[in-house]
């Protein structure tokens, strides 16, 4: 359940039960309408459940594949409506292939082609209206912020702009002047009439982001408020969940001394090791013909080796050999030294340009998980000269090197690849937050994203 709540929005999971039971309830109905034998005798002697199945999740995976499932917020009708066209179009394609490897799992030509008919109006309609009603009547909880500092205002933007968390900004109370940021809440009064604007607009949730606490914070009425039954929580607290990182500007070193919430549950970085090993071993057996066919096309298309070795930062800051298949020239670094990948990079050779695009040079990273230096999901390993320099330049970067590095991570799925310094502080963001949460659900949560991410070909470097 923890993966439900935590990273998928409850509007947005129910959206994905309703809009499985709609696929199902029009392609059954085509069933009842056009079959000529009875739809019993054709769902369970037939593999008519089996056939409904694969149809219903080829649709919702293509829906997924087209981040549908991702925002809920509609930004053009006519866009959604193209999109369901891809995936229905997507939908015909596999029934078709489905025509010559698995007969007995097509769906019949007539059924499909009224049923899809009818999910081309139905979902965009369906779609609009629930994102009009999630937006407008479903607001489970009303949120109020006591000061408005730069991150209690970046909080509540993201609470506008994502309908799907079921909730609404009441305002903000403070003396000082609003962050002058996007989405700031509008302020609604001063600290002095905190508790009458608490007992005036009854909020379900108060998030404090005063930047100066000090003898300001009205702890009292806190107190009394909290025992009232009203959720209170800090606006680093409220970015956690709101972004899904840690927000380091507002971490300090005393919530690592005196918490053990952000380390790593050894019960949990055992168990990781475990299935990660044992997905290595399957992943290693399932793509050697693959690794095998690029071995032979790297050595056919540059000279050089197969493989590209490189010193990375592991657990605790040991350094190991990672394994990628070689995408650059031989000479790649011999001027420059040690630097970035950047896009369009002129050090890449032609197949390897496609390798990164496709993930392909990352497989036999299998064998860094099989010998142990890394797990299947955890933060990116960095090369040893940039880890001196970051650590000297960003606070609690070292910290990310408590947990085995991962072949992909929550910070690969949420944010872009880039080369700056504020890229690395917000991918270190989304690796403190992997590193608090890890747990098997997670994982398959990443693992399931990257399976996106790869075959929609999304920044590879």
Request: hydrophobic share 45%; proline share 6%; net charge positive.
């Amino acid at each position: 359940m923890r993966l439900l709540t935590s990273h998928i929005p409850g509007p947005m999971f129910a959206l994905l039960a309703a809009e499985i039971a709609l696929i199902t309830f029009v392609y059954l109905g085509t069933v009842f309408v056009f079959l000529d034998v009875s739809p019993e005798v054709w769902l369970f002697y037939d593999d008519g459940i089996s056939r409904l199945a694969v149809l219903v999740l080829g649709i919702v995976l293509g829906l997924h594949f087209h981040d549908l499932y991702g925002k809920l917020r509609i930004r053009s009708l006519f866009e959604l409506f193209q999109q369901v066209c891809v995936v229905i179009g997507l939908a015909f394609l596999i029934q078709a292939l489905l025509s010559y490897v698995a007969p007995e799992l097509q769906f019949p030509r007539t059924m499909m082609l009224f049923g899809s008919a009818i999910l081309l109006v139905a979902i965009p309609s369906w779609r609009w209206a629930y994102s009009g009603y999630v937006a407008r009547g479903l607001v489970a909880e009303r949120v109020l912020f006591l000061g408005c500092n730069p991150i209690a205002s970046q909080v509540a933007g993201r609470i506008r702009e994502r309908p799907e968390f079921g909730m609404s900004v009441i305002g903000f109370v403070d003396d000082a002047s609003p962050a002058e940021a996007p989405g700031s809440p509008d302020r609604i009064g001063l600290l002095s009439e905190f508790k009458d604007i608490v007992a005036r607009t009854r909020p379900d949730r108060i998030v404090i982001g005063m930047t100066e606490r000090r003898s300001r914070l009205p702890v009292l009425d806190l107190l009394d408020i909290g025992f009232s039954g009203i959720r209170i929580e800090d606006a680093a607290t409220a970015f956690e969940w709101a972004f899904g990182r840690i927000p380091t500007t507002e971490l300090r070193p005393s919530q690592l001394i005196f918490t053990r919430e952000l380390g790593p549950r050894p019960s949990t970085v055992k168990l990781q090791s475990a299935y990660s090993w044992l997905f290595a071993l399957a992943g290693f057996t399932l793509t050697l013909p693959v690794m095998m066919l690029v071995a032979v096309l790297i050595k056919l298309t540059s000279r050089g080796p197969v493989l590209y070795r490189q010193e990375r930062v592991g657990r605790n800051g040991r350094c190991f050999q990672l394994l990628k298949f070689r995408s650059m020239r031989v000479d790649a670094e011999a001027r420059t030294g040690a630097v970035w990948a950047r896009p369009n990079d002129p050090r890449v050779t032609l197949l390897g340009g496609w390798l990164r695009k496709l993930r392909l040079d990352e497989l036999p990273q299998f064998i860094n998980v099989l010998k142990g230096d890394m797990s299947l999901v955890g933060p990116r390993p960095e090369r040893p000269e940039f880890v001196k320099t970051l650590s000297e330049k960003i606070p609690f970067y070292p910290q990310r090197h408590c947990i085995k590095p991962g072949i992909t991570g929550w910070a690969q799925i949420n944010h872009k690849y880039g080369d700056s310094i504020e890229d690395t502080i917000a991918k270190l963001e989304y690796d403190l937050y992997y590193i608090k949460n890890m747990s098997l659900t997670l994982d398959a949560y990443v693992v399931f994203q990257t399976i996106k991410v790869v075959l929609l070909s999304r920044g590879g470097q």
